[in-house]
């Protein structure tokens, strides 16, 4: 069973850092790209960043570029986002979303599996 | 960036209506488009992608078309359990992709 456990979230003052994680299992990681999805409450969807099988394709939304740094490790299973600089704007439910295919642009691709979210409340 | 459009934010429709829910691109993007569902407190659930092609263990009545910057999700038969939010999502522009607004269904 194909289970995507998100950590990492909580209550962070504006300008400060958060690690987000993502535990992976039941599928073999290392083959497909990895993506973060937020959703503010009450809000739509907004894709954050994704990451390509190898690493070697990384992407981020404009909001969070600059800002935030997504990165994985195949051999833990294990995704990433590294959140600095944090706005009010950031506060958001973040989804770990695992891809159909090994890459994510220009690509027939989507997001089959979400784990929960882990809850990033950015305020004074 | 690419922009997608969906209309109509909002519908409400009744068991057993054919639903039609359009989104439109700002730009071309073949076919590199998918579709969610997503109720309410629950993560999305991805219906289509490839514009047209069902992900298994979605039920038939669930349907894709289109290409380029104009395409539909069609219900052909609402059921209670599809009163949802529904979000297309762009997978084509280089490094970054982007969902669209969303199109809430309730029951009429």
């Known amino acids: 069973e194909v289970q995507l456990v998100e950590s990492g979230g909580g209550l962070v003052q504006p300008g400060r850092s958060l690690r987000l994680s993502c535990a992976a299992s039941?599928?073999?990681?290392?083959?497909?790209?990895m993506h973060w999805v937020r959703q503010a409450p009450g809000k739509g969807l907004e894709w954050v960043s994704g990451i390509s099988w190898n690493s070697g394709s990384i992407g981020y939304a404009d909001s969070v570029k600059g800002r935030f740094t997504i990165s994985r490790d195949n051999a833990k299973n294990s995704l990433y986002l590294q959140m600095n600089s944090l706005r009010a704007e950031d506060t958001a439910l973040y989804y770990c979303?695992?891809?159909?295919?090994?890459?994510?642009?220009?690509?027939?691709?989507?997001?089959?599996?979400w784990g929960q979210g882990t809850l990033v409340t950015v305020s004074s | 960036d690419i922009q997608l459009t969906q209309s109509p934010s909002f519908l409400s429709a009744s068991v057993g209506d054919r639903v039609t829910i359009t989104c439109r691109a700002s730009q071309g993007i073949s076919s590199y488009l998918a579709w969610y569902q997503q109720k309410p407190g629950k993560a999305p659930k991805l219906l289509i992608y490839a514009a047209s092609t069902l992900q298994s263990g979605v039920p038939s009545r669930f349907s894709g078309s289109g290409s380029g910057t104009e395409f539909t999700l069609t219900i052909s038969s609402l059921q209670p359990e599809d009163f949802a939010t529904y979000y297309c999502q762009q997978l084509n522009s280089y490094l970054t992709l982007t969902f669209g607004g969303g199109t809430k269904v309730e029951i009429k």
């Open positions: 979303a695992k891809d159909i295919m090994d890459d994510f642009w220009s690509i027939p691709g989507g997001f089959d599996y």
């Open positions: 039941g599928f073999t990681f290392d083959d497909y790209a």
